[in-house]
């Protein structure tokens, strides 16, 4: 021992984990809409997601990418899919100010049960668009996007211009969506779009509900012979070509 001194050594990871779960147990969880997360700050922090009052995935965010934007973009993951009313899903997220080396992330789920209990972790649910290469995936059992493929029959807002060119309601598509829409551009990792598409005049019927599926159709009508539309699990896809994917289904071909 030695006069006037002593060591301590203080264990912040697993305080700071002890003490962030009392918080979230502690907390009610809010629906996961964009009103709810207008006040939400733009902060580094760890957030749960449940569905109907489970816990089902949880995820941290850094200063960059903060909390508003990484639950915004899980409430769009969540819009327009088959059997899942956004209604069912909430959240509850935590600023933290101060982040140590700890993996919170894992050991958030390893504390709640593991990838067993919150099942969205580890099932595709916070992928973002996988790549011309993964369209052929044949996607796992449990997977979220299998679990709950997308809509493309579910009414999308749709205003605007009812005749122009084909590029530009692809644009306007792409930008009404809640999920990936990709289709081919005039060169690999080119942002110019395929000449097919400059060149191709459309008119856009609007009668009745406008759905995903009813524009493309009717956009893919209108092009040169050769272009197909293929409705995947998580996204929809538009190429030059006739192709079979193993978890896809045809909307349209010209």
Do not use: C
């Not at 060591?7 to 918080?23: K, Q, R, T």
């Not at 049960?113 to 996988?130: A, I, Y």
């Not at 459309?202 to 009813?214: D, S």
């Amino acid at each position: 021992m030695i006069p006037g001194y002593v060591d301590f050594e203080f264990d912040l990871p697993n305080a700071l984990l002890s003490h962030l779960i009392g918080v979230l147990d502690e907390m009610d969880p809010a629906l996961l809409d964009p009103e709810n997360l207008t006040s939400i700050p733009e902060a580094q922090g760890v957030y749960q997601l449940f569905l109907d009052g489970n816990l089902v995935y949880i995820g941290k965010t850094d200063a960059e990418a903060g909390l508003r934007k990484r639950l915004g973009r899980h409430a769009l993951k969540i819009m327009h899919r088959v059997g899942l009313d956004t209604a069912r899903v909430s959240f509850k997220a935590v600023r933290i100010y101060v982040f140590t080396a700890v993996d919170l992330e894992s050991q958030l789920i390893r504390h709640y049960g593991g990838l067993r209990q919150v099942s969205w972790n580890g099932s595709g649910f916070g992928s973002n668009d996988p790549g011309r290469e993964r369209d052929t995936t044949k996607f796992k059992e449990g997977h979220f996007d299998l679990t709950f493929p997308i809509d493309i029959d579910h009414p999308i807002r749709f205003a605007g211009r009812r005749n122009g060119h084909a590029a530009e309601f692809l644009s306007d598509l792409k930008t009404a969506l809640p999920y990936v829409f990709r289709f081919q551009t005039a060169a690999v990792r080119s942002r110019k779009p395929h000449p097919d598409f400059d060149a191709t005049l459309v008119e856009i019927n609007e009668l009745g509900p406008v759905t995903a599926r009813g524009i493309i159709e009717q956009i893919v009508r209108a092009l040169p012979r050769g272009w197909q539309a293929t409705k995947l699990p998580s996204h929809i896809i538009l190429y030059k070509e006739a192709r079979h994917y193993p978890a896809g289904d045809v909307i349209a071909t010209s």
